[in-house]
């Protein structure tokens, strides 16, 4: 057969210099079912404070050493959650004004009747008991405030991550109408145009071979270099819009990158640029047409080293992780106005009044041909940097 114990109704110290005073109120409180614990010190009471954490302490006002005031306060400040009523045998307004600012919960008056003090104890408990959970219930609701703000955070970064993302993908889109538009147009332009060039070189030709002057000789010499130059426009056009015969085979892009630098150094020579060329890890070999990434290199070198002057810096950057070819080509040219980044890849859009445009729409045709990303990372004061993104697994 069990017995159950009885919980005490609250956890009580009493500190008294009397010890009369302090047994008689530890033995009334016991029979009304309190736990209880005694000091004759402020010093011995701060001491068992540490070691029982009562809920009520019962302390004197007048004390030696260090005297129930100065007691109060110091449990206040150490010990918040234990409440404190004070035995004081000075009745005055003045004293029971400086205990409660001091954070007393009461006071009693010596004599006290043991009713009026067990009732004014079970109060303070009760008092406290309420006050703890409010604390609680505060401190919760600002847990709670706190986790949903910082859900709202996360919600509005989502919904700024998926608005980029949104953007991108639109931009995208639009890119990739433009290039089928450009098809449409680029067929029936070169169909139309080529025919009357051709006409036109024939022509030209023949008239040359009936000339002696070597003046007029320089004019059908130009005459054809322009219908050369012509044709190679919209050879142009239609690379930018529609993929060319291709040969897919293994490419190696650090060897690409090698033979093209090779190819641009009369040029870059010619203009004093230094080239910082730095392959961080050799990628792979990728299935690709070497012509069309040949043509990612000569189209971004072309574009850096136009918008430099003389002693400008082309950087080429080369890297790789498990999923993609990683090109970066910067150069150190003024910058592309934030109001042209949009329309950078566009057919035709250029600031060079001798360039067609181009350029860059071939290079993003063959970069999604590959199922990989081109972007402007970066265009300030100090330059440009291009990166585009090759997938090392892609199929075409």
């Not at 010093?43 to 009562?54: H, K, S, T, V």
């Not at 650090?254 to 641009?264: I, Y």
Request: aromatic share 6%; charged share 25%; hydrophobic share 40%.
């Amino acid at each position: 057969m069990s017995i159950t114990q009885k919980q005490p109704r609250g956890r009580v110290l009493i500190i008294d210099d009397e010890k009369v005073i302090l047994d008689l109120t530890a033995i009334i409180l016991k029979n009304r079912g309190y736990q209880v614990f005694t000091a004759l010190s402020a010093q011995q009471g701060l001491e068992a404070i540490e070691a029982e954490r009562p809920q009520l302490v019962l302390l004197d006002y007048m004390m030696p050493n260090m005297d129930g005031l100065t007691a109060l306060k110091e449990i206040r400040r150490l010990y918040p959650e234990c409440y404190v009523i004070m035995f004081t045998g000075k009745g005055s307004e003045s004293i029971a004004v400086d205990l409660m600012k001091a954070g007393a919960c009461d006071y009693i008056l010596k004599p006290f009747n043991n009713q009026d003090m067990v009732e004014r104890i079970e109060k303070a408990l009760k008092l406290r008991a309420v006050e703890l959970q409010n604390r609680a219930l505060l401190s919760e609701r600002e847990r709670l405030l706190a986790e949903i703000a910082e859900w709202n955070r996360e919600l509005e970064a989502r919904v700024q991550e998926k608005g980029e993302e949104l953007r991108l993908a639109q931009a995208e889109i639009v890119q990739s109408e433009k290039l089928v538009a450009l098809g449409y147009l680029s067929a029936g332009m070169a169909h139309s145009i080529r025919n009357p060039l051709n006409s036109i070189a024939l022509f030209v030709q023949l008239i040359k071979s009936g000339l002696d002057e070597p003046e007029r000789q320089d004019y059908v010499e130009k005459i054809l270099k322009e219908v050369d130059r012509i044709d190679g426009i919209l050879g142009q056009l239609l690379h930018a819009a529609k993929r060319p015969r291709f040969e897919i085979s293994e490419v190696r892009v650090d060897r690409v990158l090698e033979n093209t630098l090779e190819v641009f150094a009369p040029q870059l020579n010619q203009k004093r640029i230094t080239v910082l060329s730095e392959v961080r890890s050799v990628p792979p070999a990728i299935k690709a047409d070497p012509i069309e990434i040949e043509q990612i290199f000569t189209n971004l070198f072309l574009n850096s080293i136009h918008v430099m002057s003389e002693q400008g810096t082309l950087g080429v950057q080369l890297d790789h992780d498990d999923s993609y070819i990683s090109l970066r080509v910067s150069d150190t040219g003024p910058g592309i106005p934030p109001e042209n980044l949009q329309n950078v890849f566009d057919p035709f859009f250029t600031t060079n009044s001798r360039g067609t445009g181009l350029g860059l729409s071939v290079v993003l045709r063959i970069v999604k041909t590959y199922q990989g990303k081109i972007e402007v990372e970066k265009s300030d004061a100090s330059g440009t940097t291009f990166m585009v993104r090759l997938p090392i697994g892609a199929t075409v």
